[in-house]
């Protein structure tokens, strides 16, 4: 059994005997701050400790194992990681139009860098650039603060990244500007460098709490932290930094399918028939 189940089974069997965290301290000689941590689910024990607090308490490992299997495969499906998971559709439509609006953006700029060939003039850009960020906007607050992360940190990493996002937008707009009218200068491959840079530092900041939590989600879930952190070292060399944004766009699709299924599972236990 692995936290926070453990955590709520030790605290279950405990006040069902009528215990305090203190009279369980006495029957096996075991720190209250472990015993408060263990609780809550904030670490997980060494298996003496577990044994040692289920001796005190009367059970055993085999009780454990026991109830597990007893229990409905319901009861044993993964965790449901939103706060409210009836915004789940609506911060992945979010999310799925704003990776959607990235494509075209993608293929405008690529279309001038590479073939020196502007597909749309610098207004029509800008439009498309302000609904990019909107939308942006929309789907990282949304999922962020829906996810049931007990540090801030997801909130924090994600409003850096949004800043990240939205000063790379300008700037990319003075390029866009700067090669139509074929005025393209070193200070904008100087900024160039710079939002790489920024970017690299925003999507390691984000992956911190996807890590932590890492536990907490299923498979292919799990790895979305560390999937950032392949997406920064990217975006660090620089010249890799399209690879690393094709990452991050990968992040963004397994968030958006993660809502959906939850949304989903929200609404099969609402309604069962």
């Known amino acids: 059994m692995k936290q926070p189940q453990l955590g709520d089974y030790i605290a279950n069997l405990r006040k069902e005997q009528g215990l305090t965290q203190e009279e369980l301290v006495e029957l096996c000689n075991i720190n209250v701050r472990t015993i408060q941590r263990i609780e809550a689910g904030d670490v997980t024990p060494r298996n003496y400790t577990i044994k040692n607090i289920l001796q005190a308490l009367g ?52 279309s001038l860098n590479f073939f020196d060939h502007a597909l749309v003039t610098s207004n029509n850009r800008f439009f498309i650039a302000v609904l990019y960020c909107i939308l942006a ?91 950032l952190i392949i997406a920064a070292a990217f975006n660090l060399t620089v010249l890799l930094f399209p690879i690393g944004s094709l990452l991050v766009t990968l992040f963004e699709v397994m968030i958006v399918i993660y809502f959906i299924q939850n949304h989903k599972a929200f609404a099969k236990a609402k309604n069962p028939d």
Not at 144 to 154: G, R, V
Request: net charge neutral; aromatic share 14%.
């Open 59 to 110: 059970s055993s490992y085999d009780e454990i194992t026991q109830e597990l299997h007893e229990k409905p495969k319901a009861e044993q499906a993964p965790e449901n990681m939103l706060k409210n998971p009836k915004n789940g559709l609506w911060i992945a439509i979010a999310g799925m139009a704003y990776v959607l609006t990235s494509l075209p953006l993608t293929m405008i700029d690529l």
């Open 137 to 227: 906007i929309l789907f990282y607050l949304g999922f962020s603060f829906n996810l049931k992360f007990k540090s801030p940190l997801l909130k924090i990493s994600a409003i850096v990244y949004l800043i990240a996002l939205l000063f790379a937008e300008i700037l990319f707009m003075d390029m866009y500007n700067s090669s139509v009218n074929a005025s393209f200068d070193a200070f904008n491959i100087g900024m160039s460098i710079v939002i790489s840079i920024l970017f690299a530092i925003a999507i390691g900041l984000l992956s911190i709490p996807f890590i932590q939590n890492r536990g907490r989600f299923s498979r292919p879930y799990k790895y979305l932290g560390y999937l």
